[in-house]
């Protein structure tokens, strides 16, 4: 089990940069896939990012290839995204998500464990 909260979502301008940290709970943080997903108003939640547990290996998704990068220091149980180059359709409620293995997934329903989510909101 693993407990995830997440933070370093705001308002900033269309071409800044964000960095959202995902702080987890548990012994074995190191042994778990991490991704971080999306969600905006009306829409689906979608694949943003996932890293493996080593940090040696990491998938994104079309749209923010690029521009943002994710990555974990297991020493301090924390998960990052830091986005750049930020577009008003990036706007959207950010989840962190686990699962407790090695397989890179890129779909919510492989990824039992969820934070809260922290808003994103980039103004054009």
């Known amino acids: 089990q693993v407990q995830l909260v997440e933070s370093g979502g705001g308002l900033v301008q269309a071409g800044g940069s964000l960095r959202l940290s995902c702080a987890a709970s548990?012994?074995?943080?190191?042994?778990?896939?991490m991704g971080w997903f999306r969600q905006a108003p009306g829409k689906e939640r979608e694949f943003v990012a996932v890293?493996?547990?080593?940090?040696?290996?990491?998938r994104y998704a079309d749209s923010v290839k690029g521009r943002f990068t994710i990555s974990r220091d297991n020493a301090k149980i924390t998960v990052y995204l830091q986005m750049n180059s930020l577009k008003p359709e990036d706007t959207a409620v950010y989840y962190c998500?686990?699962?407790?293995?090695?397989?890179?997934?890129?779909?919510?329903?492989?990824?039992?464990?969820w934070g809260q989510g922290t808003q994103v909101t980039v103004s054009s």
């Open positions: 548990g012994r074995t943080f190191s042994t778990y896939t």
């Open positions: 998500a686990a699962r407790s293995d090695y397989i890179l997934a890129a779909t919510a329903h492989d990824f039992p464990y």
């Open positions: 890293i493996s547990w080593s940090g040696g290996s990491t």
